[in-house]
C-alpha cells in the first residue's frame, strides 16, 4: 500500500477511503457481518474510515466504533456534521450550537475521545464561516478533533473560507470531499487546483458514478432494483449510459473490470488523495481491493478523455449538492411585480 499525505496535515492515507455510509439500516443491517467488513479492509492496508452521525441516523458510527476497538489507533478516522438529525430546526447546520452537541454525540457513538478529521457535510449558508470555523477551533484545542474539513463546497466558499481563517486566526478546513468520478469531472476545473494551492487533502466519493460504473446498469437492459429502492434516477440517464457503453471496450482493452478502471481514474489525478469505496458486502468490498495496484497508462486515460472530456461531466448524481441559488427557485427569478414593472 503506498499511503498518501492528506494535504499538508501530515497524516498518512491509504489511496481507498472505507466509507461507512452502507452499514446499518440503509444498507447492510447486520452489525456483525459490516464489522466483518471493516476489518477485513483494515487488513487490507486500508487505514482511512469514513462515516458520518446522519448515516442511518447515527447506526453508521455506531457499527465503525464497535469495529475499531482494539485498532482505534492504527485509523484515520473521519466522521460529518451538519444534515438534519431531527425535527428540530436547530439539530442540523454548521452553527456553534449544534457543533458543540453533535461532536459529543458522534463521539459516544464512535466509542473514542477524539475524531481525526471532522467535516462539514453540507455547506451551511445561513450560519457565518467565521462561527463555524471558530466552534471547530475550540473543537481542535480541546483535543476532540484533529482536522477540520468540508464536502461539497464550490471553489468561491473555499477560498473564502481560506481567508477568514487567515484574517481571524482561526484553523482553516484541511480537507474538501466532492463527488468525483469519470462521469463527473466538473472538480477538475477548479476545486481540485484549490485544494493543491491551499494544500487540502482530497476525499473524493462516489468515484463509481452512483452505481453507474459498476457495469450493471447497461443500455437497453431493464435493471430497476437500485433505482426503485433508492429512487436514483441518474441510473436511467440516457446520456451516462451511454457514456458507460463507450467505456466498457476501454475497460476491456486495459484488461480490466469497468469498476476497477474507474476507481484507478479516480485515484490518478494528483489532486485527488483518496477515494471512498461504499461496500455493502463482502463481495462488493473483494471486488473493489482487486484493483488496488492498477495504474492506469496515458492512453488508457487519454481515451476515457475522448469520451468525457476533463473539467466536464455527463448528466448529474441525484445526490450531488445544489447551493440555494439553484435549489431555490425565489432565487433564481424576479418577483412578479418587478417583471410586470419591467
Given at each position: 500500500m503506498?499511503?498518501?499525505?492528506?494535504g499538508r496535515t501530515?497524516i498518512?492515507?491509504?489511496?481507498?477511503a472505507?466509507?461507512?455510509?452502507?452499514?446499518?439500516?440503509l444498507?447492510?443491517?447486520?452489525h456483525?457481518?459490516?464489522?466483518?467488513?471493516?476489518?477485513k479492509?483494515?487488513d487490507?492496508?486500508?487505514n482511512f474510515?469514513?462515516?458520518?452521525?446522519?448515516?442511518?441516523?447515527?447506526?453508521?458510527?455506531?457499527?465503525?466504533?464497535?469495529?475499531?476497538?482494539?485498532?482505534?489507533?492504527?485509523?484515520v478516522?473521519?466522521?460529518?456534521?451538519?444534515?438534519?438529525?431531527g425535527?428540530?430546526?436547530?439539530?442540523?447546520g454548521?452553527?456553534?450550537?449544534?457543533i458543540?452537541?453533535?461532536v459529543?454525540n458522534?463521539?459516544?457513538?464512535?466509542?473514542?475521545?477524539?475524531?481525526?478529521?471532522?467535516?462539514m457535510?453540507?455547506?451551511?449558508?445561513?450560519?457565518?464561516?467565521?462561527?463555524?470555523l471558530?466552534?471547530?477551533?475550540?473543537?481542535?484545542?480541546s483535543?476532540?478533533?484533529?482536522?477540520?474539513?468540508?464536502?461539497?463546497?464550490?471553489a468561491?466558499?473555499i477560498?473564502?473560507?481560506?481567508?477568514?481563517?487567515?484574517?481571524?486566526?482561526?484553523?482553516?478546513?484541511?480537507?474538501?470531499q466532492?463527488p468525483?468520478?469519470?462521469l463527473?469531472r466538473?472538480?477538475?476545473?477548479e476545486v481540485l487546483?484549490?485544494a493543491q494551492?491551499?494544500g487540502m487533502g482530497?476525499?473524493v466519493?462516489?468515484?463509481?458514478?452512483?452505481?453507474?460504473?459498476?457495469?450493471?446498469?447497461?443500455?437497453?437492459q431493464q435493471?430497476?432494483?437500485?433505482?426503485?429502492?433508492?429512487g436514483?434516477?441518474?441510473l436511467a440517464?440516457?446520456?451516462?449510459?451511454?457514456a458507460?457503453?463507450?467505456?466498457?471496450p476501454?475497460?476491456?482493452?486495459?484488461g480490466?473490470p469497468?469498476?476497477?478502471?474507474?476507481?484507478?481514474?479516480?485515484?490518478?489525478h494528483?489532486?485527488?488523495?483518496s477515494?471512498?469505496?461504499g461496500?455493502r458486502?463482502?463481495?462488493?468490498?473483494?471486488?473493489t481491493?482487486?484493483?488496488?495496484d492498477?495504474?492506469?497508462?496515458?492512453e488508457t486515460?487519454?481515451?476515457?478523455?475522448?469520451i468525457?472530456?476533463?473539467?466536464?461531466?455527463?448528466g448529474r448524481?441525484?445526490?450531488?449538492?445544489?447551493?440555494?441559488?439553484?435549489e431555490q427557485?425565489?432565487l433564481?427569478?424576479?418577483?412578479?411585480?418587478e417583471?410586470?414593472a419591467?
Amino acid at each position: 500500500m503506498q499511503y498518501r499525505n492528506l494535504g499538508r496535515t501530515g497524516i498518512k492515507v491509504s489511496p481507498y477511503a472505507l466509507g461507512a455510509m452502507m452499514f446499518g439500516a440503509l444498507g447492510n443491517p447486520d452489525h456483525i457481518d459490516s464489522i466483518k467488513i471493516i476489518h477485513k479492509a483494515l487488513d487490507a492496508g486500508i487505514n482511512f474510515i469514513d462515516t458520518a452521525d446522519v448515516y442511518a441516523h447515527g447506526e453508521s458510527e455506531e457499527i465503525v466504533g464497535k469495529a475499531l476497538k482494539g485498532r482505534r489507533d492504527d485509523v484515520v478516522l473521519a466522521t460529518k456534521v451538519s444534515l438534519s438529525m431531527g425535527d428540530d430546526p436547530n439539530q442540523r447546520g454548521a452553527s456553534r450550537r449544534w457543533i458543540t452537541t453533535a461532536v459529543e454525540n458522534s463521539l459516544r457513538r464512535l466509542q473514542t475521545d477524539h475524531i481525526d478529521l471532522y467535516q462539514m457535510q453540507r455547506p451551511d449558508p445561513d450560519t457565518d464561516i467565521e462561527e463555524t470555523l471558530s466552534a471547530l477551533s475550540d473543537l481542535i484545542r480541546s483535543g476532540k478533533v484533529r482536522a477540520v474539513g468540508t464536502s461539497t463546497m464550490d471553489a468561491s466558499d473555499i477560498v473564502k473560507a481560506q481567508w477568514v481563517a487567515e484574517r481571524r486566526g482561526v484553523e482553516r478546513f484541511r480537507t474538501e470531499q466532492p463527488p468525483y468520478s469519470i462521469l463527473d469531472r466538473g472538480i477538475e476545473r477548479e476545486v481540485l487546483p484549490l485544494a493543491q494551492e491551499y494544500g487540502m487533502g482530497t476525499l473524493v466519493y462516489s468515484p463509481l458514478a452512483g452505481g453507474m460504473l459498476t457495469g450493471n446498469y447497461r443500455k437497453g437492459q431493464q435493471n430497476s432494483t437500485h433505482r426503485s429502492q433508492y429512487g436514483f434516477r441518474h441510473l436511467a440517464d440516457e446520456r451516462r449510459m451511454e457514456a458507460v457503453e463507450q467505456l466498457i471496450p476501454v475497460a476491456q482493452d486495459a484488461g480490466i473490470p469497468l469498476t476497477q478502471l474507474a476507481m484507478a481514474f479516480a485515484v490518478a489525478h494528483p489532486g485527488v488523495t483518496s477515494a471512498l469505496i461504499g461496500p455493502r458486502t463482502m463481495e462488493h468490498l473483494d471486488s473493489t481491493l482487486a484493483g488496488l495496484d492498477v495504474t492506469l497508462t496515458d492512453e488508457t486515460l487519454d481515451r476515457i478523455d475522448a469520451i468525457v472530456p476533463p473539467g466536464y461531466g455527463v448528466g448529474r448524481l441525484d445526490m450531488a449538492y445544489n447551493p440555494p441559488a439553484i435549489e431555490q427557485a425565489a432565487l433564481r427569478r424576479r418577483p412578479v411585480n418587478e417583471r410586470a414593472a419591467a
